[in-house]
């Protein structure tokens, strides 16, 4: 690969295939990238590290790319492991390295790390000169954690970004979005955004959704800077796509979506899958977009990537225990904690003899402010389409 972004920017970062499960809970059918960049000037800084099973890896693109010179910075941009895990090695390799960082970020560096010397505090619009070059930081709360600084490089008119504006997916190819490949696409598409662009959304639903008004904020911050690269902890260095990532994550984090249905449903002897498949029809009938995910075999990340993408959610869950079915409860929580909003509703299911999911499931959806298309449609024992009306429904969807 390619590691030269510019004369004065190099990625250092480290393609992950192996990693099946990402922060335990999301799996990475791509891989992921954990991106981090060498500026080069009479200084150099190196932004970000990276996860700690690729020590070896990691440090020798570090070494390699700083050509022989000392490393005199490192900027910590954010704090989760999986981009501060090799800060000791670092510090090992370049003892007189100076961190880099806000004060936030300080109590968890000493908390991870126990590292409490040649730390620089730096605070909202300070700058660091490398030489010609100037890094200038700006704080950017809760994006995705509560110390998270952006930087940015005014020379390059290149924003450091962190989490924002990442995506999963490791990069085949080049690193730059213009020659990226996303791992394992099987599509004919030779622009990586298309390619990327489902995993941005699931990126964004899963790890940042719940923090829209946050990203609001930063981005309102960053948009009186003028970015012609963006360089995130995770997937390409965005350069072509600036203007795409950036309107991506400015719809997303304003709960915007396109007209279209997420159908989740948990099913425990096929009626409710079937009432759930009967509503797919009727809407692929009509020509509306939809998706189907069966909560108990498929992981629930996909379903909250659709319920940011499209506008409808359509949730089925038997009756169990005078409840809802637990698969289809646990979603609407993940829903409810990722605070989305504007959403159209309707809720399915069967019982045996005490219906109360659909019930439940409307009641949960009033209290997040979702707008309720209908009753719903519960249905007692066995699925058909007489006691399951997903013709009516569908057409309440277009
Ligand atoms: Fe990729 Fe919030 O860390």
Redesign the pocket.
């Known amino acids: 690969m390619d590691r030269k972004i510019s004369d004065r920017i190099r990625y250092v970062g480290v393609n992950d295939h192996s990693k099946v499960i990402f922060e335990g809970l999301w799996p990475l059918p791509f891989g992921v990238t954990y991106n981090s960049y060498l500026v080069i000037d009479e200084k150099i800084a190196l932004i970000d590290t990276a996860e700690a099973d690729f020590s070896r890896e990691y440090l020798s693109n570090v070494r390699e790319q700083a050509e022989g010179r000392p490393v005199d910075y490192l900027v910590v941009n954010?704090m989760?492991p999986?981009?501060s895990s090799l800060m000791k090695e670092i510090l090992d390799i370049y003892p007189d390295i100076r961190i880099v960082t806000n004060a936030k970020a300080v109590p968890m560096i000493r908390g991870y790390y126990g590292i409490t010397d040649n730390i620089i505090v730096v605070k909202e619009g300070d700058s660091l000169s490398l030489g010609d070059t100037a890094l200038t930081f700006f704080m950017a709360p809760m994006v995705?954690?509560p110390e998270t600084m952006v930087t940015y490089l005014a020379e390059e008119k290149t924003l450091f970004s962190g989490?924002a504006f990442?995506t999963f997916g490791a990069v085949d190819g080049e690193i730059k979005d213009s020659g990226a490949r996303l791992c394992g696409w099987l599509g004919e598409t030779k622009d990586c955004f298309p390619a990327f662009s489902d995993e941005m959304t699931r990126y964004y639903s899963n790890?940042v959704g719940k923090y829209g008004q946050t990203v609001q904020a930063a981005l309102k911050k960053l948009s009186g800077l003028e970015i012609k690269r963006i360089c995130s902890?995770?997937g390409p260095v965005w350069e072509k796509h600036v203007p795409d990532v950036t309107a991506r994550y400015d719809m997303l984090s304003r709960y915007e979506a396109e007209r279209g249905v997420c159908i989740v449903y948990g099913s425990m002897y096929g009626n409710t899958e079937k009432a759930a498949k009967a509503l797919a029809a009727e809407l692929a009938k009509r020509g509306v977009k939809y998706s189907l995910h069966n909560l108990v075999t498929e992981n629930v990340s996909y379903a909250y990537r659709d319920v940011f993408k499209y506008d409808t959610i359509a949730a089925g869950a038997p009756t169990y225990n005078n409840d809802i079915f637990p698969p289809v409860y646990n979603f609407m929580y993940g829903v409810s904690a990722r605070l989305v909003r504007n959403r159209r509703f309707f809720a399915f299911g069967s019982y045996t003899w005490a219906g109360a999911s659909v019930t439940l499931l409307n009641e949960m959806a009033g209290k997040l402010g979702f707008l309720l298309i209908s009753d719903g449609q519960s249905f007692a024992q066995g699925y058909s389409a007489d006691k399951c009306d997903m013709a009516s429904a569908a057409e309440l969807m277009i």
Do not use: L, N
């Open positions: 954010h989760e999986d981009h995705h954690w989490d990442g790890i902890t995770h």
